[in-house]
């Protein structure tokens, strides 16, 4: 009876363990002074958080993943719900069950291939080297997580419910708009975020589409890794997980009011 | 009587795949009848009921309202109040928001819609629950939100699948009288879909038993419950003894029958019936007497078997020739004891002759 517990207990710190420990390992390197990315560390400064605020290079990466974030999560949560709301409730036809997995592929297909295939693509329509570019391409990748995301939510509704608003009335633009919607707005919103985190995470697909002008922070960390390694990585990757940690709260606290609201 | 229905179904069938539901049914409703869908799961009501409020389009067969066909209008269109059996409250808004929402489609200025809501809220002893939100209130409470939403824009009919399945039987049954009072003071048409034959006795107007996509028998909750003119509704609505037997003798709107066992029996029927026929006879336990020696013109003896208490009545398994018996005693009567020796009597009026 008493095994269990323990054996849970265990089990639950060596994952959470095994998947937090490269987080706090590269964590307090953003607070060094040396300009090595190892340890010890020497003493405490927020010299790389400066030199990733001043510095163009890494400034210019944070407003292009800005933007290019951005545009992905409009581009991929509007996509992506319209995916969804079509393909809903047709799991038994086989052109449906077709279309789904087309949606989902990206998630599958190595991205290398993905790359090379919209280099080509991008160049013939003049979109290579575009911030529209990099956006169509972490679109394309983002897509799945929001098909997945919506999907979810949009099982979870009752169909009465949106019986109920017709027979109260309320054209389907209606429904859609007043009922199915705000109930799947926990799933839309979980597919936002995710497609905004891979889109700032994404390097092999931008390494093949973006020129010089669109060097996302993902892209910027990646030549410095190569380049020299810098200890402003570990500061940039300090933002990267603060950010997410404040995003998938805030996420958690939506969710949460429109539960007990 | 078909012209002037309020409802109409004609010829109405429904089919998903090879599965007949609704099986070229006919059906017609009048301007403020309630009238109860009654049958087993899978015998067609509720998806008659979903045809009607547009949810499901009939395979063949048409639906009219006031003489205008309906089933090619899509729900919103159809201007009929719904209920559903999980109330299908709007999680995400108040209960004052759920109920404004027909109103705010029909383009209600702000000013009387609050005042209807209100009025509707009233109605339903909810008043002071306009900003709490669905998930905050009781089950009984969702359901009457869930019935002012349905009426609250006045439709002419109003549409309850099992409306009181989900609460429990006290509320259900002041449920049961709440929705006949409504039903009465506002005189609408209702139709009401419900498996539970005690809330179809009590509220309806007319009664329609389904069974396998068809309706067995309709009427006035007496005629169904005393005149069950199949073994189907017998058993289905109440208990019942069935007897079989064969006829022996017609005349006179009375029927001699020779039921299993030997005993002779005398049925009142209109029906002309040819001798050694075969027929199935219905009683039910609570008009058959049981008493040491008869005085009425049916009389089997029996033997009692079990006496099982009920609280109001004593429910008695009597054993016949024929079969057992079941015998709906009250308690005035002196109480049988297993294994007493007695005598069964039913007048003939008081069985007749199920298909």
Known sequence: ?261 | MMGNAFIHFDNVSKAFGVMTVVDNLELAIQQGEFVSMLGPSGSGKTTLLMMLAGFEAPSSGSISVKGKRVDALPPYKRNMGVVFQNYALFPHMTVAENVAFPLKMRGVSRSETAERVGKALDMVQLGQFHERRPSQLSGGQQQRVALARALVFEPEVVLMDEPLGALDKKLREQMQMDIRDIHHRLGLTIVFVTHDQAEALTMSDRIAIFNHGKIEQIGKPSEIYDRPTTQFVAEFIGETNLLSGRVTACRNGLLDVAVEGGQQIKVASTAKFEPGEHVKVSVRPERIELAPAGGSANELSVRVSDVVYRGDHLQVIAAAASGPLVVKSTRKASAPRIGDEAVASFSPEQCWIVA
Request: charged share 10%.
């Open chain 1, 1 to 261: 009876m008493k095994a269990l517990p323990l054996s849970k207990a265990v089990f639950g710190s060596a994952v959470v363990v095994f998947l937090m420990a490269p987080l706090f390992a590269i964590l307090p390197l953003a607070f060094t002074d040396s300009v090595f990315l190892n340890y010890p560390i020497p003493s405490f400064s927020l010299r790389w958080f400066d030199e990733l605020f001043t510095a163009d290079a890494w400034r210019r990466s944070i407003i292009n993943s800005l933007i290019i974030g951005a545009g992905t999560t409009v581009l991929a949560t509007v996509l992506g719900t319209v995916a969804s709301l079509g393909l809903r409730g047709r799991s038994v036809s086989l052109l449906f069950g077709f279309f789904r997995t087309v949606f989902l592929l990206p998630m599958v297909v190595p991205a290398v291939v993905l790359g090379v295939g919209m280099q080509l693509m991008f160049a013939q329509y003049g979109l290579a080297n575009t911030y529209l570019g990099v956006i169509v391409a972490h679109t394309v990748i983002a897509i799945p997580f929001v098909v997945v995301n919506v999907t979810a939510a949009l099982q979870g509704i009752d169909h009465r419910l949106e019986n109920a608003a017709a027979s109260l009335g309320a054209p389907p633009i209606v429904v859609l708009r007043r009922v199915t919607l705000p109930l799947a707005m926990p799933g839309i919103i979980s597919g936002a975020v995710f497609a905004f985190a891979t889109s700032l995470d994404e390097v092999v697909l931008t390494l093949f589409v973006a020129g010089p002008n669109q060097r996302t922070v993902a892209r910027q960390m990646f030549s410095t890794i190569r380049e020299n390694i810098s200890p402003a990585i570990a500061a940039a990757a300090f933002l990267f997980i603060a950010g997410t940690v404040v995003i998938a709260a805030l996420v958690y606290l939506v969710r949460r009011r429109n539960q007990i609201a």
